[in-house]
């Protein structure tokens, strides 16, 4: 017999990164392990990161056996389309970009592309973002800055200052990184697959570079002239998630019937109420809404971002 469903929250999957740091520890009161820690996947069915239930009756269950199991009661569908991660950048990522779901089931062995959206939850003095190219520049521009390196790079690219509270959009094809200082929190498709066409010439410690995969990124980018217009960034988006931030919600009613929620607590603590109980959330944590839920009220003292699955496959 099925165990009943309810809002689930996870033992976080904390990731290495040579970019990374341990913000995130003093931000949310996190205890993490040893190391440069650059990502924090909250809700991620991803055989490169895999939540584990930390409460409740399912304790101890992975979401991908949990989504096989329940498959509509739970996420929609039979496989989980999305993934939580908060991102503490302490140097400059790499520039990159990812593909779309067309390429990846044609090259690669995912079943879905790349398209994510930031909301940036710090920034230090200065901080910035690097979303998208410079207009006008061409395949064959930046196939030749490449080629050269260093500065010729920096000019294509369109370089954003950045504040906490902002949101933006990065469809599959769209040239970004993130800048030293600068903590978000990404909303992406349950993929992870990356192609890094420039690491700012950066080599680990013991003076190996990281590899790049500038062939694949010169076929994936969005050359067009539409690549920075953020309704059109929205939009291609919108094909795949919707994010939501809720400020300071009273008795906010969940609408389940359109499917699962994903609630992080950006700020201050949060209250989801169910048929079956009450489940409290701290800064910083998510959690999942089961699509089976009939009725849920969220209530908040601070921001809550609201994520949600556009398209089930």
């Not at 207009?135 to 490449?146: E, K, L, Q």
């Not at 201050?268 to 910083?284: F, K, R």
């Amino acid at each position: 017999m099925k165990q009943e469903l309810y809002p689930l929250t996870f033992h976080p999957v904390y990731k290495e990164k040579i970019w990374g740091g341990r913000r995130l520890e003093k931000l949310f009161d996190r205890r993490l392990p040893e190391g440069l820690i650059g990502e924090s996947w909250d809700v991620a069915a991803h055989p490169n990161g895999m939540s584990v239930v930390d409460r409740g009756p399912l304790s101890g269950s992975n979401l991908a056996l949990l989504v096989e199991e329940y498959k509509e009661e739970l996420a929609g569908g039979d496989r989980f389309p999305l993934l939580l991660k908060l991102i503490d950048a302490q140097q400059d990522l790499s520039v990159q970009v990812h593909p779309d779901d067309d390429y990846v089931r044609r090259f690669a062995k995912e079943r879905w592309g790349k398209t994510e959206m930031w909301y940036i939850l710090q920034s230090d003095p200065g901080a910035w973002i690097i979303w998208g190219l410079q207009p006008g520049v061409t395949r064959r521009d930046f196939a030749r800055a490449v080629e050269t390196g260093g500065e010729a790079i920096l000019e294509c690219l369109n370089k954003v200052p950045v504040q906490p509270g902002e949101v933006y959009p990065i469809s599959a094809g769209l040239v970004h990184a993130l800048g030293a200082g600068v903590v978000v929190a990404e909303i992406q498709q349950n993929s992870d697959t990356t192609f890094r066409v420039y690491d700012w010439d950066r080599t680990d410690d013991q003076g190996k570079a990281r590899e790049l995969h500038v062939e694949q990124a010169l076929e994936t980018i969005d050359f067009s002239e539409h690549a920075l217009d953020r309704d059109y960034q929205f939009a291609r988006c919108a094909e795949h998630f919707h994010l939501e931030v809720l400020d300071q919600p009273q008795h906010y009613g969940l609408n389940l019937a359109e499917g699962f929620k994903i609630l992080t607590s950006l700020e201050g603590s949060a209250e989801i109420v169910w048929n079956g109980g009450t489940l409290n959330l701290v800064p910083g944590q998510s959690c999942l809404v089961p699509a089976a839920l009939d009725r849920c009220m969220l209530s908040a003292d601070g921001k809550v971002m609201c994520c949600s699955s556009t398209k089930v496959e």
